[in-house]
């Protein structure tokens, strides 16, 4: 993750302009601006950790935000971590992933929008693993979706990779993905996918969602690359993976669709390749982080 980028720093601007950051009143009446502050991040459960880039992204952001608006610049700081602690290291509860020295008042400005950023990312990241660990031992990898919260895909999707999993789509225009109601309304399987096949260009592949053995035999003799297995039982998922093993072994088989921690291993046993879960950035549970600050002189 390029956390310099520019894409970043719009994500986080526009989380501290959210909380009108630089307009911290509490913080502009209560502490003495030049007064610098010590503040640890600390874990209160055991999880993946992610998003420590995210820090200094902020800091960084809210010193652009200052200049813009005229405001005494918070000056220097310095986030200190242990040489193994990282994006997608397991953590202890109780244990301490970062700790800054800053300016206090930038601290305490800053202090919602790094914990929010770097809690959601470590839940999505824990979650993430928790699927990674039940499809061991077969050849299914997990894969995310786009039910990610808007305006923070990228940072959704860079946490699953820290918990094991791996990017499907970025957005609309990465790859072609035929849905249930595309084929419909383009007249089929088959002249849906040839249309698009006629169309594409050169090295897209096609993906297409199938509901049954006959949709997945219809799609491959039409030309789908991956076949997307949708409301299937597992044992439906094995006899469709059974039969494209057979006739059409480069066709890539993921399945998707109601995918939970409870029925992962099973889906993953049947021999698809991906197991595409929506739950990842959808349902995951922010972990529970801290900001410990204490008066620093240095």
Same mark, same amino acid.
């Given at each position: 993750?390029?956390?310099?980028?520019?894409?970043?720093?719009?994500?986080?601007?526009?989380?501290?302009?959210?909380?009108?950051?630089?307009?911290?009143?509490?913080?502009?009446?209560?502490?003495?601006?030049?007064?610098?502050?010590?503040?640890?991040?600390?874990?209160?459960?055991?999880?993946?950790?992610?998003?420590?880039?995210?820090?200094?992204?902020?800091?960084?952001?809210?010193a652009?935000?200052?200049t813009?608006?005229?405001?005494?610049?918070?000056?220097?700081?310095?986030?200190?971590?242990?040489?193994?602690?990282?994006d997608?290291?397991?953590?202890?509860?109780?244990?301490?992933?970062?700790?800054?020295r800053?300016?206090?008042?930038?601290?305490?400005?800053?202090?919602?929008?790094?914990?929010?950023?770097?809690?959601?990312m470590?839940?999505?990241?824990?979650?993430?693993n928790?699927?990674?660990?039940?499809?061991?031992?077969?050849?299914?990898?997990?894969?995310?979706?786009?039910?990610?919260?808007?305006?923070?895909?990228?940072l959704?999707? /860079?946490?699953?990779?820290?918990?094991?999993?791996?990017?499907?789509?970025?957005?609309?225009q990465?790859?072609?993905?035929?849905?249930t109601?595309?084929?419909?309304?383009?007249?089929?399987?088959?002249?849906?996918?040839?249309?698009?096949?006629?169309?594409?260009?050169?090295?897209?592949?096609?993906?297409?969602?199938?509901?049954?053995?006959q949709?997945?035999?219809?799609?491959?003799?039409?030309?789908?690359?991956?076949l997307?297995?949708?409301?299937?039982?597992?044992?439906?998922?094995?006899?469709?993976?059974?039969?494209?093993?057979?006739?059409?072994?480069?066709?890539?088989?993921?399945?998707?669709?109601?995918?939970?921690?409870?029925?992962?291993?099973?889906?993953a046993?049947?021999?698809?390749?991906?197991?595409?879960?929506?739950?990842l950035?959808?349902?995951?549970?922010?972990?529970?982080?801290?900001?410990?600050?204490?008066?620093?002189? /240095?």
């Amino acid at each position: 993750m390029d956390w310099k980028s520019r894409k970043i720093a719009s994500i986080v601007e526009s989380a501290l302009a959210e909380d009108k950051a630089t307009s911290d009143v509490t913080t502009a009446l209560a502490i003495d601006p030049d007064l610098r502050a010590s503040a640890a991040i600390l874990v209160r459960q055991d999880c993946i950790i992610c998003g420590l880039g995210v820090i200094c992204a902020v800091f960084d952001a809210f010193a652009a935000m200052q200049t813009r608006s005229g405001h005494k610049s918070s000056g220097r700081y310095e986030v200190i971590s242990h040489s193994e602690m990282f994006d997608g290291v397991r953590v202890r509860k109780g244990q301490t992933v970062a700790v800054i020295r800053h300016s206090a008042a930038a601290i305490f400005s800053c202090e919602r929008v790094i914990l929010n950023l770097m809690q959601r990312m470590s839940g999505i990241a824990t979650l993430t693993n928790e699927f990674v660990q039940l499809t061991q031992g077969t050849r299914a990898k997990i894969l995310d979706t786009r039910k990610t919260v808007p305006g923070l895909r990228l940072l959704d999707k /860079y946490a699953v990779t820290c918990g094991g999993g791996a990017n499907h789509r970025l957005d609309l225009q990465d790859g072609i993905m035929l849905k249930t109601s595309h084929v419909v309304i383009a007249g089929g399987i088959t002249k849906a996918v040839q249309k698009v096949a006629n169309a594409r260009k050169p090295g897209q592949k096609i993906e297409i969602e199938v509901r049954s053995l006959q949709d997945a035999e219809d799609a491959v003799a039409a030309g789908a690359d991956a076949l997307l297995l949708v409301g299937l039982s597992p044992k439906q998922t094995v006899e469709v993976v059974e039969a494209m093993r057979a006739k059409a072994p480069k066709v890539v088989l993921e399945v998707a669709e109601h995918i939970s921690l409870e029925n992962a291993h099973e889906y993953a046993e049947t021999g698809v390749d991906f197991l595409s879960v929506g739950a990842l950035t959808r349902s995951s549970v922010a972990v529970d982080l801290s900001m410990r600050i204490t008066a620093d002189v /240095y």
